[in-house]
């Protein structure tokens, strides 16, 4: 009897936390599918609302987007940040409730959320990277390769950052990569990368993150010394690319996106590494600006610290 008990209680113990997880994973699927056939207005009202309630609840994420606010603009009071972090967390709402339309919609029905203006010719097939902002708004390579068929425009490769969760990890990059897309695993092996950048398909890289210290340097954003990676200018200079910003936001009407490509910057790479992630920051830094309720502010932009600081989150 106390073996069967032993036994029963490690078998429940074990299998019940994993029968759960195993089932909101599924469920969670299943969510994401019904926002993709909803209309989309429905789905955008849903997203607002789902935000409005995160704003509310007290936690760890909701000090993180007010404390990078109040960084980044120290003169604006206590009440102006309340009120661009609640937009910005109803932005996030929104986004995340279209990630539905984005990982599971047609193509057809990814077109109709944004339209996208280049100062290029994407069908050239120059070396050429995009160097895409974590603005709240859609996945730009996503968006770029389900236009890619109809608009004549090569293959598009993206980095992605591995999930904890290897039920949605396995499932988004296919996803991702449903309309012809290449997702590149940002921890391997970046010569698969480069080849593509040689070979004039498009490569759009997300690199305004803080990364870890690994090939990075702190230089200003916002006035504050920011670990910042080097990738895209390494990466330019071995593959002989020219770099692009792709800043995906919101029109003024907030109906839909617009995903604006620019002329190549001029003269980058240059020859200095730290110079030319100091001029990234500042281009980052200008859009930011322009929209600053849709940045990414959830992200722990400044949590790695030149000479043994204390984190501010």
């Known amino acids: 009897m106390m073996l069967n008990r032993s036994l029963a209680k490690a078998f ?16 969670s699927v299943g969510f994401l599918a019904l ?3 909803l209309p989309y207005r429905l789905v955008v009202l849903f997203g607002y609302g789902l935000g409005a ?3 509310r609840i007290p936690g760890k994420r909701n000090r993180v987007v007010k404390t990078n606010l109040r960084l980044c603009f120290p003169q604006l009071s206590n009440s102006e940040i309340d009120v661009i972090a609640y937009d910005h967390w109803k932005l996030l709402g929104r986004s995340i409730a279209e990630r539905g339309i984005i990982w599971l919609g047609s193509a057809q029905a990814v077109s109709k959320m944004i339209e996208v203006r280049s100062a290029v010719d994407l069908r050239d097939q120059k070396p050429r990277i995009l160097v895409n902002m974590h603005f709240t708004g ?3 390579s ?8 109809e608009r004549g425009w090569p293959r598009t490769s993206g980095l992605f950052q591995r999930m904890k969760n290897s039920f949605f990890n396995e499932r988004i990059i296919r996803w991702r990569n449903r309309f012809g897309g290449n997702a590149i695993d940002r921890q391997g092996n970046l010569l698969p990368l480069i080849r593509e950048i040689r070979k004039g398909n498009l490569i759009i890289i997300a690199p305004d993150l803080d990364l870890g210290l690994r090939d990075s340097v702190f230089v200003p954003f916002f006035g504050i010394p920011t670990n910042t990676i080097t990738a895209v200018s390494r ?9 692009c910003m792709m800043v995906t936001t919101l029109l003024p009407d907030r109906s839909r996106y617009c995903c604006v490509i620019s002329k190549p910057i001029d003269g980058f790479p240059g020859d200095d590494v730290i110079a030319d992630a ?5 281009i980052y830094e200008a859009e930011v600006r322009q929209h600053i309720a849709e940045y990414y ?3 722990k932009r400044f949590k790695n610290r030149p000479d043994g600081q204390a984190s501010p989150y």
């Not at 996503?142 to 068929?149: E, G, K, N, P």
């Not at 100091?278 to 500042?282: E, G, H, T, V, Y």
Request: charged fraction near 10%.
């Open 12 to 27: 429940f113990g074990i299998t019940k936390p994993i029968l759960i997880k195993a089932a909101l994973n599924y469920v």
């Open 35 to 37: 926002l993709s056939v």
């Open 53 to 55: 309630v995160a704003a």
């Open 138 to 140: 859609i996945e730009g």
């Open 142 to 149: 996503i968006v770029i390769s389900a236009l890619a068929a």
């Open 235 to 243: 990466l330019a200079l071995i593959a002989q690319a020219e770099v």
């Open 278 to 282: 100091a001029r990234l920051n500042a």
């Open 297 to 299: 502010w959830v992200h």
